[in-house]
C-alpha cells in the first residue's frame, strides 16, 4: 500500500495538478499574514475554511491524472478498486496534512502569536476542514463526474454547502468556535466534528465504491 501511496503522489507530482490550489493557498496567507492578523483562533477562521476547497480541489485532479484506461490498468495490478481508492484518500489526507502544517507554522514563524492550546486546537480544526474538502472531493471526481467542467461545478456547489451547511458538515461549528475564541476551552467539542469529519470521508468512499463500479 505504501507503493501505491507513492505512485500516487508521484503521478499527481509529475502532472503538477497539485500547483494551483497549493499557489492559492499560499497567496491567501502570505496576503493575511503580512501583517498583524489579530488573535490566532480568529485568524484560523480564513486559512481553516480554505482548506475546504483546497483539499478537494486537489482531491478532484488526485483522481483526474489518469484516463479509464490506465486507471483500469492500474487497478488491476493494483489488487482492485478499493486499494486504489484507499490508496488516493491516504495522499490527499497527506496533503492535507501538508497544508494544515503550512497554514499553522507560517504565522507563528512570522508572528509568534499562537499559544500551545490554540496552535492544538487550529491544527485539530484545520484537519477537520481538510477532510471534509477531501470527502467533497471523492463525491466530484472521477468515477462518478468524468467532465472537467461538471466537477467544477458539483465541486463549487458541494464547497458551499459543506461551508455554509450547518446540518450537513462539521465546517461550519468548527469555524465559529475558532470565531469565538472558544475552542481551547471546548476541546471535546472540537474533536467530536474531527470525528464526524471522518464519518463524512468514509461514507464518501462508500458512494464512490458503490457508484463509481456503476460507471466504470
Same mark, same amino acid.
Do not use: K
Given at each position: 500500500?505504501?507503493?501505491?501511496?507513492?505512485?500516487?503522489?508521484?503521478?499527481?507530482?509529475?502532472?503538477?495538478?497539485?500547483?494551483?490550489?497549493?499557489?492559492?493557498?499560499?497567496?491567501?496567507?502570505?496576503?493575511?499574514?503580512?501583517?498583524?492578523?489579530?488573535?490566532?483562533?480568529?485568524?484560523?477562521?480564513?486559512?481553516?475554511?480554505?482548506?475546504?476547497?483546497?483539499?478537494?480541489?486537489?482531491?478532484?485532479?488526485?483522481?483526474?491524472?489518469?484516463?479509464?484506461?490506465?486507471?483500469?490498468?492500474?487497478?488491476?495490478?493494483?489488487?482492485?478498486?478499493?486499494?486504489?481508492?484507499?490508496?488516493?484518500?491516504?495522499?490527499?489526507?497527506?496533503?492535507?496534512?501538508?497544508?494544515?502544517?503550512?497554514?499553522?507554522?507560517?504565522?507563528?514563524? /512570522?508572528?509568534?502569536?499562537?499559544?500551545?492550546?490554540?496552535?492544538?486546537?487550529?491544527?485539530?480544526?484545520?484537519?477537520?476542514?481538510?477532510?471534509?474538502?477531501?470527502?467533497?472531493?471523492?463525491?466530484?471526481?472521477?468515477?462518478?463526474?468524468?467532465?472537467?467542467?461538471?466537477?467544477?461545478?458539483?465541486?463549487?456547489?458541494?464547497?458551499?454547502?459543506?461551508?455554509?451547511?450547518?446540518?450537513?458538515?462539521?465546517?461550519?461549528?468548527?469555524?465559529?468556535?475558532?470565531?469565538?475564541?472558544?475552542?481551547?476551552?471546548?476541546?471535546?467539542?472540537?474533536?467530536?466534528?474531527?470525528?464526524?469529519?471522518? /464519518?463524512?470521508?468514509? /461514507? /464518501?468512499?462508500?458512494?464512490?465504491?458503490?457508484?463509481?463500479?456503476?460507471?466504470?
Amino acid at each position: 500500500m505504501t507503493a501505491l501511496v507513492r505512485y500516487v503522489l508521484a503521478h499527481v507530482g509529475l502532472s503538477q495538478r497539485y500547483l494551483p490550489p497549493t499557489l492559492v493557498l499560499l497567496a491567501v496567507l502570505a496576503m493575511l499574514y503580512t501583517g498583524d492578523a489579530g488573535p490566532a483562533l480568529p485568524a484560523y477562521v480564513l486559512t481553516a475554511g480554505l482548506l475546504v476547497p483546497v483539499t478537494a480541489w486537489f482531491t478532484i485532479a488526485a483522481r483526474g491524472v489518469e484516463t479509464p484506461e490506465q486507471r483500469a490498468v492500474t487497478q488491476v495490478t493494483a489488487g482492485g478498486p478499493v486499494r486504489v481508492l484507499v490508496a488516493e484518500t491516504a495522499a490527499c489526507l497527506l496533503y492535507t496534512a501538508a497544508v494544515t502544517a503550512i497554514s499553522l507554522l507560517w504565522p507563528q514563524v /512570522a508572528h509568534g502569536r499562537a499559544s500551545l492550546a490554540e496552535f492544538g486546537a487550529g491544527a485539530v480544526a484545520h484537519l477537520t476542514c481538510g477532510v471534509v474538502g477531501v470527502a467533497v472531493g471523492l463525491l466530484c471526481g472521477r468515477p462518478l463526474v468524468s467532465r472537467v467542467g461538471t466537477a467544477s461545478l458539483v465541486g463549487c456547489a458541494l464547497v458551499l454547502l459543506a461551508l455554509l451547511g450547518e446540518w450537513v458538515s462539521p465546517v461550519p461549528a468548527t469555524l465559529r468556535l475558532l470565531g469565538t475564541n472558544t475552542a481551547t476551552d471546548r476541546p471535546t467539542v472540537l474533536i467530536g466534528l474531527t470525528v464526524v469529519a471522518v /464519518a463524512m470521508l468514509a /461514507a /464518501a468512499s462508500a458512494v464512490v465504491l458503490v457508484l463509481g463500479r456503476r460507471r466504470e
